[in-house]
DNA sequence: ACATGGACTGAATACTCGTTCAGTAGCGAA
DNA sequence: TTCGCTACTGAACGAGTATTCAGTCCATGT
């Protein structure tokens, strides 16, 4: 493959290369947002297309069928968690701040996209077997960070004896619930607000004694929310 | 309208009411079964009919539309939230003991009807905006039940200050967690022990200290699984 | 100027499925 | 037996959609 000066391939392939990932990044957006609003099988194929700018042959041009275009917008918030959780450990070495930055970085994901967070509960069952355990992967990839760093919190002595795995899944639903509750959780202007309180209240249960002192910046980081939220809260449907 | 020495309604109208409610527990019986596994959408209307043993016509006889036969399937589940969830708190005066048997009853009727749980979040978004604020007042409902528990429980000092309806829902989506993530929830065998573990998990941030000692069944109530949990535990996607 | 080939188009195809309704079956009353 | 009525049936209809492919367009090389 040749390459140019500053090591990116070019040439003919090259060129292919980049216009079938910005297509599919077309149809994948495209895809996302129709979705979002009428659902996988309410979206039909031409109002996809109609929404990307694009005809509908060409959209099979990329994709091989409807259910594929599923498995891209699926995968692309997936890999997205993959991706910001990590990096938003990256630097720390205690195990509870990182859990605490991984978890934030998660559910800041799930916020700028909620509605495709939603798409993974709604619709993965329209999935073949094989894509479908592909999406579960993922899934548990990403829970497994926040496994990871549980377990090393409890061989620190900072966390309780604990099922890590159940919490990992826990914090990995709390996360979700920004997105399937966001309607009942208006109270909490913003994530940044929310994921706090949630990281407050799975902390406050989780940290041991003897480091509840240290990690205290995480308990109810901001005491004076719960009871206005409490107030404000009518849980207007 | 007659009736019978037992107080029955009798007569022609008490047969066709009868036998109205037989048919649509016929209908709802077999479009939950067959929505669990296939969807909405690709359940068809003539394979609904082929499992309830009844022609097209006569679904059509009982249920205005295919919108309305989920719309029966998702309140049916909705309802009996709403009838089991309270007649676990027969009989209990603690905040905290009515909390915990109203959660462990939420998450019974969860796990008997798992299929039909998950329903509520693949396939809500189906619903006519009318039906849509039916299912949702339902649900607030039944939350409701939970989060005047735990008012309560913060009035008489058992519990720490917190926002019971943030942890109203938290408590509502880890029952239905068990339904949603159960794939990944093997390593405990039964609800039973799910449900008194998550209890656990969540009293042990919310109980103040005074009333630990009193509450402490509720704590780590099998403190051996956590660990045993863990052990199996391989995530098996 | 012309030829070549890949990218793109959108009408045509071949279905499926929700809904209806003319007709049948069964049953109690006269 | 015959009538009348209700519950029930399932073929037929119409609307809609995933997928294909014959043809157009255009950038590139000769």
Redesign the pocket.
């Known amino acids: 493959m040749e390459r140019d000066a500053t090591g990116m391939t070019v040439g ?1 392939e090259a ?2 290369a980049a ?2 990932s910005w ?1 599919r990044r077309q149809i994948v957006d495209a895809a996302t947002r129709l979705m979002g609003e009428q659902g996988y ?9 109609r929404e990307a ?17 599923l498995l891209a917008v699926l995968e692309d918030v997936l890999d997205t968690y993959a991706a910001e959780v990590p990096a938003a450990m990256v630097g720390l070495v205690d195990p509870v701040e990182r859990l605490a930055a991984g978890f934030l970085a998660y559910l800041d994901v799930v916020d700028g996209r909620r509605a495709a967070a939603v798409l993974a509960y709604r619709e993965s069952h329209s999935l073949s077997r094989a894509a479908l355990q592909r999406v579960i992967a993922l899934e548990v990839a990403t829970t497994g960070l926040l496994v990871a760093e549980l377990r090393a919190g409890s061989a620190t002595g900072a966390l309780r004896a604990h099922d890590a795995e159940l919490v990992g899944w826990n914090l990995t639903m709390l996360a979700h619930m920004w997105a399937l509750k966001h309607r009942h959780l208006g109270a909490y202007r913003d994530v940044g607000v929310y994921g706090r309180a949630q990281l407050s209240t799975v902390l406050c249960g989780l940290l041991a004694d003897a480091a509840r002192e240290r990690y205290g910046s995480f308990l109810e980081p901001t005491g004076a929310l719960p009871a206005q939220a409490a107030r404000r809260g009518g849980g207007s449907p």
């Open positions: 003919p060129i292919r216009r079938t297509r099988h309410d979206m039909s194929v031409s109002a996809l297309a700018g694009i005809s509908v042959g060409t959209v099979y041009q990329y994709l091989d069928n409807k259910e594929s275009i």
